[in-house]
T-cell receptor, first 114, second 114 residues
């Protein structure tokens, strides 16, 4: 069974600074996908970024980028130029193998301070 | 806005009752997934339907059932409700049935059982 671990329950960052959220996972699958979802106070789940395991190049989406280390089974999210609207719970998620579901970590609550 | 709609937004009911949550997937998406988010269990996969057929089952209680209709909307039925069923229920949709398809989430239905 796949597991996803987010070791930082809470983090804070000053506006305009950079912050990195950590995620590790465990799987025996070779073909899988990793995701970061954001859940702001509105509770909506919003896709931030996704990474295909077979791709060596790290995914980027504007101010969001990942550091994917396949051998270490690590998938961290870097947010550059943090904005107040980035304040949210961030979930790391895994999908792969015979599992069609998303397996989520417990989340990291990020607060961006003015 | 992800394009996935869920109704109702909020539901308050009593123990022992039965409720139905409704989800309409994004236009063109054939898969629908249901997830439960609670404080103690986190985000958990309940069930997946693809083009009207049950595709995968997760931690779904026997008191819960779901279906996907010919127009691809889905309903999650929760019966004999208990206090512990209070949670945020998300519907997500994806274009196909592959575990590599990105899932887009609806705004959720907050269920409160009193």
């Amino acid at each position: 069974a796949q597991t996803v671990t987010q070791s930082q329950p809470e983090m804070s960052v000053q506006e305009a600074e950079t912050v990195t959220l950590s995620c590790t996972y465990d799987t025996s699958e070779n073909n899988y996908y990793l995701f970061w979802y954001k859940q702001p106070p509105s509770r909506q789940m919003i896709l931030v970024i996704r990474q295909e395991a077979y791709k060596q190049q790290n995914a980027t989406e504007n101010r969001f980028s990942v550091n994917f280390q396949k051998a270490a089974k690590s998938f961290s999210l870097k947010i550059s130029d943090s904005q107040l609207g980035d304040t949210a719970m961030y979930f790391c998620a895994f999908s792969g193998g015979s599992n069609y579901k998303l397996t989520f970590g417990k989340g990291t609550l990020l607060t961006v301070n003015p | 806005d992800s394009g996935v709609t869920q109704t109702p937004k909020h539901l308050i009911t009593a123990t022992g009752q039965r409720v139905t949550l409704r989800c309409s997937p994004r236009s063109g998406d054939l898969s629908v997934y249901w997830y439960q988010q609670s404080l103690d269990q986190g985000l958990q996969f309940l069930i997946q339907y693809y083009n009207g057929e049950e595709r995968a089952k997760g931690n779904i209680l026997e008191r819960f059932s779901a279906q996907q209709f010919p127009d691809l909307h889905s309903e999650l039925n929760l019966s004999s409700l208990e206090l512990g069923d209070s949670a945020l229920y998300f519907c997500a949709s994806s274009v196909g049935r592959a575990n590599t398809d990105t899932q887009y989430f609806g705004p959720g239905t907050r269920l409160t059982v009193l």
